[in-house]
């Protein structure tokens, strides 16, 4: 975007939607609720189930005269066919992928639009980590394969994620989306307001290196007195990151990892990031891995500041994605976080020192091949910046 940070808005309402089966009913009911518009931006949309329905709602909604637009991440729709495309064109529906592979292109294929957005008319907003495939909501099932949560969102709030949305439309089109200045926004992140009811903020990281949302982060971990807890399903943070956490568990604060066991789609990253937990475990952190599904959701407890989103705060996210996060401040949202992670923590096994040390040998080795792998493809990136 154009390096502009979003100010923090009263008068919102909030509801943690949790996994698919919830969640995305109730986007498919907004749709269907909709008068003027509907924005959807999203990474990963495949064939299946779920597109079928997700398309219905949006087809059906454009055959009645509202404005559906949809801004798909190229490399993330590989895998949606010709004929769910061509059936959201022929109704009226307004497509748009967001930076199409070329070959010739080189690096430039790595900058991804990972954010999960759908805006409908100017009264609703739902937010999260989420895709369109089979894994987060099969409609014939009852249960999800992948553990995620969305965020619906009611108020003020709404108008930011209209224009983090327009935005990118306008960009992904060759248009200049507005001048400097006409943007609402500010030059520096806004200092943490009181608690208070409906209080919330968008954080974003955009392919211009502005990342106010892992700014943000930092500063929530810096200046926890309590706790702080964070769920990503690819633990590959930053230097930062790492000893923000490590210095909060040496000051007494809790610091909880929910991260992924076994049950992952990307068993190298889940490897690479596991050479961290000798480190942390020593600082104090405790790290939880949760068993029951693939955890896929991203989400931070920081004392009562909540940070819920599509940003997995790993290096390669923020190096290449656009991302975008809520930050709420609100004390029934932060209840809810709550219990959705104290639940995902029961549902997970601690992972102690004695634990480390009693690994298998393939295991030490693939942690190994993979954290070595990685350093050297960051590394090679670092000198090419």
Sequence with gaps: MMGQIFPWKSGNRFELLIDGPQFFPTMLTAIARAEHQVALELYLVEDGRCSQALVDALCVAAARGVRVRCLFDDFGCLKLGA??????VEAGVMLQFYNPLRWRRGFS????????????????????GTGSTNEFWDPSQ??????????AIEGPLVAHWQLIFDYQWLASLGRRPWKPGEAPGLAHLPPYPAVGEGLGRLAYADANQHRD?????VRSIRTARNRVWLATPY??????????LIKAAR?????????????????PVRFAGQRYYPRLLRAGVRIFEYQQRFLHLKMVLADDWVSVGSCNFDHWNLRFNLEANLEALDPNFTLAVDACMRQDFSDSREITMDDW?????????????????????????????
Excluded: C
Excluded at 367 to 381: A, I, S, T
């Design 83 to 88: 004929v769910l495309r061509e059936r959201l």
């Design 109 to 128: 294929n790595l900058y991804r639009d990972h954010r999960k957005i759908l805006v409908v008319d100017d009264r609703q907003a739902f937010i999260g």
């Design 142 to 151: 009852e249960t999800s394969r992948w553990h995620e949560v969305m965020v």
């Design 213 to 217: 949302i892992v700014r943000s982060l």
């Design 235 to 244: 633990f590959l943070p930053s230097w930062k990151v790492r000893r923000a």
């Design 251 to 267: 000051r007494g604060v809790e610091v909880r990892l929910l991260l992924t066991s076994r049950h992952t789609d990307h068993p």
């Design 357 to 385: 040390h009693a690994r298998p040998l393939m295991k030490r080795l693939r942690q190994r091949l993979w954290g070595w792998l990685d350093r050297l493809v960051v590394n090679l990136l670092d000198r090419r910046r």
